[in-house]
C-alpha cells in the first residue's frame, strides 16, 4: 500500500491530520488527493466511485425507474454524476444499470457532456449491482480501462445533492479505518413491532444513526468482503458498512452529513430536489443595461430595487459579461432603456447559446422595456416586442427560457416607484419559477 504522506506513519498518521477539515484545510487535502502534493513527495490515493443505477424505484410509483426522472428536464442520475466528476481527485465512476436502461445511459453521458464514466450491468439487487462495479475496477478485467483504485466511494445515484467535503471526509477516513459512511440523525424513532402488529420494543432514538451515502472503502476490504458474502446478503442485505464489519472485521468510522445528503424515494422527494436546484442556481443576477446613465436612470433604479427584492442574492451588472457566463450566472435582465428593440437581448443570447452554459441548467433571460407613451408610438412598439415569441421559441430549444417585461413609466414618481417595485417581483418570480409555460410572454407592471 502506498504511503500517504511519506514520513508519517502510514494510513492512520495521514487520516489523523486531516479529520476536522474545513476551509483551507479542505482545500490543502483535496490537492493532496489531486496529486497537487506530489512535488511535496506526497502520493495520493487512487480514488474511483461506484453508483447503484439499476433499481426500479418501486415506492416512487411512476413508469420511469427514478434515477431517469427529469428534474428541470434534465435525468436525476446527470446531476448526481455531474456532483461526482467535479471532484478532481475521484479518478473513475463506475456506474450500475440494467442492459434495458444501457442506451438510455449512454445518450444522457453524451448529451451532458459527463467525462470519465464506465458502465456496468446491473444485478437484481442494490448490493449485486455494487458487486458488479467493484469487479469492473478489481485487477485483471479483460479487456477494461479501469485500474483498481486504493480507496472506492459507494454512493446511491438518487442523491444528487453530495459535496465535495463529505467526500473527502469519508476518503479520508477510510484510509485511515478501512470503511467509513455517512450518516445523520434519526428524524422518527425506530420502534420492533411483534408478529401479532403490536409493539415489541423501540430503540432510544439518540443512540442511533440513519446511515446514508456517501461510503468509502479500501477498495480490498470491500472487494473482499463482497467476495466472501452469501447469497442471503446480496439478496436482502442493505448496508455496505454491516459487509466490512462481517467479514473482513472492519469498524467503520462514522462521519456527520448533511441534510441534503437524504435519497430520493418517493415522488414528493423530486419536487424536494427541484426546489434545492432552483434556489441554487438562482443565487445570482446579472444585470446588462444598454445605457451607462447616471446612478437615477430609470433601469439603475430598477436594478436597485430588485436588490432591495432579492437581498440575499448577488445582483451584478457592469461587469464584463463572458466573465459572468464562465462564473456560471444562470439569470439575465437585460434592461433596454435606449430602445424598444431586442438588439441588446440577442447579443446576449447569441453569447449565451455559443457558451454552452445551458445544457446542464436552463437559463432565464427576461428582456425588460419601459412603457414610456412619448418616446415611441404604443402601436409600433408593440409591434417590435410580439417578435419575443418567436425568438423565446429559438432559444428555447437551447434550454434557455426567455421572457418579456413592460415597465410602466408613468411621470408620476409615486406611480413610477409602484412599477418599478412590481417589476422587480416579477423578474424575482420568473427567475425562481423557471416556468416554460410563460416563454416569450410579455408581462405587465
Ligand atoms: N437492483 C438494484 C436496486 C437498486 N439499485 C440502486 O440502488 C440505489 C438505492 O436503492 P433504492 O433507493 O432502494 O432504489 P430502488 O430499488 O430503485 O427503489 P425502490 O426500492 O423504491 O424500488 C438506487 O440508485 C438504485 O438505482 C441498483 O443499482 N440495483
Ligand atoms: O442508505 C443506505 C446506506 O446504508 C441504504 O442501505 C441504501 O441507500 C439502500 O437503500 P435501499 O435499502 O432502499 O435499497
Known amino acids: 500500500m502506498e504511503s500517504w504522506p511519506p514520513g508519517g506513519s502510514g494510513p492512520a498518521e495521514a487520516g489523523r491530520r486531516l479529520r476536522g477539515l474545513r476551509g483551507a484545510d479542505l482545500a490543502a487535502s483535496a490537492s493532496l488527493l489531486s496529486g497537487a502534493g506530489a512535488e511535496a513527495g506526497c502520493s495520493a490515493p487512487a480514488v474511483a466511485a461506484v453508483l447503484p443505477?439499476?433499481?426500479?424505484?418501486?415506492?416512487?410509483?411512476?413508469?420511469?425507474?427514478?434515477?431517469?426522472?427529469?428534474?428541470?428536464?434534465?435525468?436525476?442520475?446527470?446531476?448526481?454524476?455531474?456532483?461526482?466528476?467535479?471532484?478532481?481527485?475521484?479518478?473513475?465512476?463506475?456506474?450500475?444499470?440494467?442492459?434495458?436502461?444501457?442506451?438510455?445511459?449512454?445518450?444522457?453521458?453524451?448529451?451532458?457532456?459527463?467525462?470519465?464514466?464506465?458502465?456496468?450491468?446491473?444485478?437484481?439487487?442494490?448490493?449485486?449491482?455494487?458487486?458488479?462495479?467493484?469487479?469492473?475496477?478489481?485487477?485483471?478485467?479483460?479487456?477494461?480501462?479501469?485500474?483498481?483504485?486504493?480507496?472506492?466511494?459507494?454512493?446511491?445515484?438518487?442523491?444528487?445533492?453530495?459535496?465535495?467535503?463529505?467526500?473527502?471526509?469519508?476518503?479520508?477516513?477510510?484510509?485511515?479505518?478501512?470503511?467509513?459512511?455517512?450518516?445523520?440523525?434519526?428524524?422518527?424513532?425506530?420502534?420492533?413491532?411483534?408478529?401479532?402488529?403490536?409493539?415489541?420494543?423501540?430503540?432510544?432514538?439518540?443512540?442511533?444513526?440513519?446511515?446514508?451515502?456517501?461510503?468509502?472503502?479500501?477498495?480490498?476490504?470491500?472487494?473482499?468482503?463482497?467476495?466472501?458474502?452469501?447469497?442471503?446478503d446480496l439478496e436482502f442485505g442493505t448496508e455496505c458498512l454491516h459487509l466490512a464489519l462481517k467479514y473482513c472485521h472492519i469498524k467503520a468510522k462514522l462521519i456527520e452529513g448533511s441534510p441534503d445528503l437524504w435519497k430520493v424515494t418517493y415522488k414528493r422527494d423530486l419536487y424536494a430536489a427541484e426546489s434545492i436546484i432552483k434556489e441554487r442556481i438562482s443565487q445570482q443576477i446579472c444585470v446588462v443595461m444598454d445605457t451607462k446613465e447616471d446612478e437615477e436612470h430609470v433601469g439603475h433604479r430598477l436594478e436597485e430595487m430588485l436588490k432591495n427584492e432579492l437581498n440575499h442574492v448577488k445582483v451584478t451588472s457592469g461587469r464584463d459579461l463572458q466573465q459572468i457566463i464562465l462564473e456560471q450566472c444562470y439569470n439575465f435582465v437585460c434592461v433596454n432603456v435606449m430602445t424598444s428593440d431586442f438588439e441588446e437581448t440577442q447579443k446576449l443570447l447569441n453569447m449565451l447559446e455559443e457558451s454552452n452554459l445551458s445544457i446542464l441548467y436552463p437559463v432565464v433571460v427576461i428582456s425588460v422595456q419601459f412603457l414610456d407613451y412619448e418616446s415611441v408610438p404604443f402601436g409600433q412598439k408593440m409591434e417590435n416586442l410580439m417578435q419575443i415569441r418567436e425568438f423565446a421559441k429559438q432559444v428555447k430549444k437551447r434550454n434557455i427560457l426567455l421572457y418579456g417585461l413592460l415597465v410602466y413609466y408613468p411621470q408620476d414618481e409615486q406611480k413610477l416607484q409602484e412599477s418599478l417595485r412590481q417589476g422587480a417581483t416579477i423578474i424575482a418570480a420568473l427567475i425562481k419559477e423557471r416556468n416554460s409555460g410563460l416563454i416569450g410572454q410579455l408581462l405587465v407592471a
Open 53 to 232: 443505477a439499476g433499481g426500479s424505484g418501486e415506492r416512487m410509483g411512476v413508469p420511469t425507474p427514478k434515477q431517469f426522472c427529469p428534474i428541470l428536464e434534465r435525468p436525476l442520475i446527470s446531476y448526481t454524476l455531474q456532483a461526482l466528476e467535479r471532484v478532481s481527485w475521484i479518478k473513475d465512476i463506475v456506474v450500475a444499470v440494467t442492459g434495458e436502461n444501457m442506451e438510455a445511459m449512454k445518450c444522457i453521458i453524451q448529451r451532458y457532456q459527463h467525462k470519465g464514466i464506465s458502465l456496468v450491468e446491473s444485478g437484481v439487487t442494490r448490493h449485486r449491482s455494487i458487486f458488479n462495479g467493484l469487479k469492473a475496477l478489481a485487477e485483471d478485467q479483460p479487456n477494461c480501462r479501469l485500474s483498481k483504485p486504493e480507496v472506492v466511494i459507494i454512493h446511491d445515484a438518487v442523491r444528487p445533492f453530495v459535496e465535495e467535503d463529505v467526500l473527502l471526509k469519508v476518503v479520508t477516513a477510510a484510509k485511515e479505518h478501512g470503511a467509513a459512511g455517512a450518516i445523520r440523525p434519526l428524524v422518527s424513532t425506530v420502534i420492533s413491532p411483534s408478529v401479532d402488529g403490536c409493539l415489541d420494543h423501540s430503540l432510544e432514538r439518540a443512540r442511533h444513526r440513519a446511515s446514508e451515502m456517501p461510503q468509502a472503502f479500501l477498495f480490498d476490504v470491500i472487494y473482499e468482503a463482497y467476495q466472501q458474502c452469501s447469497d442471503y
